[in-house]
């Protein structure tokens, strides 16, 4: 349904009940779809149609019972929030058929050699407080064309929370192995204590936009001036804002 055309229709397809109100919704350039029925029909659907992954906040907030689901249905887009993990689970790796991750979740510090076993991922995106590092595994994910890394996030603060000063942060570097990304065609790095790019980045002949954004990178380097096939890419410090998420 996100891939609805019609040249006299919106681009939301849309359907209602019997009774007038919303069964299907659809926001296709947001990539939202909301199916209304009880919880025991969703529960019904997900077990006669392999598939079809509907995701359930109140049945999926146990990370466990949430991959139990994934992995039989393997979903192609899979989004992990807001679970209060401190490291990502090994069983990822039997998401087979994945093509698009997002990891939010304020204490995740690594990244486990499992999530560089999907060779089907095109797009990573991982916001968390703060990242050890970038494995060198990275390379492995050769599909991958958007790659989107931030730190300070929390996606469930505390009313006091404190960022963590960029000059604490352990997310210092890009490995070399980034180079190796021949398909990537997003690179961006949001609040990171990185001070420089490695000279591989030049390797990445697909790559249309780079923004590395408040760091401690204050000017481009100057191969990136030699990298022409660019859209655009932005190389600067500034202002940090909190990176959170509610239920508002």
Known sequence: MFSWVHPQLPEDLCFQNADGEDWIINIAHERIGRLNMAKEEAVELGKLIPGVFIHQPEYHQNIDVFLDDAIRHQPDRVEIMRFGLREIPERIRELYSLKHLTIFEQDIRTLPHALFELESLESLTIQVADLEELPADIAKL???????????????????VKVIPKEELAFRHLPPEIGELQQLEYLDIQYSGIRTLPPEIQNLKSLRSLDIVNGFIESAPDFIYKMTWLDRFLIEDKPFHLCNHSDD
């Open 142 to 160: 050769t599909r991958l064309k958007s790659l989107r890394i931030s730190c300070g996030c929390y996606d469930r603060p505390a009313p006091d």
